[in-house]
């Protein structure tokens, strides 16, 4: 079983940033697609962002692109979300989540194995 938990959440306003961070252990990370969704109240878990095992491979959701930037370091074996000029439309739990067999497809949360606890997002205007 591989444990995710992130941190870095908070309140910021509107055009603010914040740098979530993804601490896991137990798996093989590095082997890992690690990826970023998030959830608002009433809404479905949407994809993010995800990033390859080796880190040179990032994909975003149109929502995101230009303004997150996805990162992983394998040897302290953590995944980071920088987010900048941030929106109220941003406000979401956001969620790690770990794709070990690469079965389905990316965007999709069943694709994902492990999943973090999330981290309340709240971008206020």
């Known amino acids: 079983q591989v444990q995710l938990v992130e941190s870095g959440g908070g309140l910021v306003q509107a055009g603010g940033s914040l740098r979530l961070s993804c601490a896991a252990s137990?798996?093989?990370?590095?082997?890992?697609?690690m990826g970023w969704f998030r959830q608002a109240p009433g809404k479905e878990r949407e994809f993010v962002s995800i990033?390859?095992?080796?880190?040179?491979?990032?994909y975003y959701a149109d929502s995101v692109k230009g303004r997150f930037t996805i990162s992983r370091d394998n040897a302290k074996k953590m995944v980071y979300l920088q987010m900048n000029s941030l929106r109220p439309e941003d406000t979401a739990v956001y969620y790690c989540a770990a794709d070990r067999l690469a079965s389905g497809s990316y965007r999709m949360t069943s694709a994902y194995d492990y999943w973090g606890q999330g981290t309340q997002v709240t971008v206020s205007s």
């Open positions: 137990g798996g093989t990370f590095s082997r890992y697609r």
């Open positions: 990033i390859s095992w080796a880190g040179g491979n990032t």
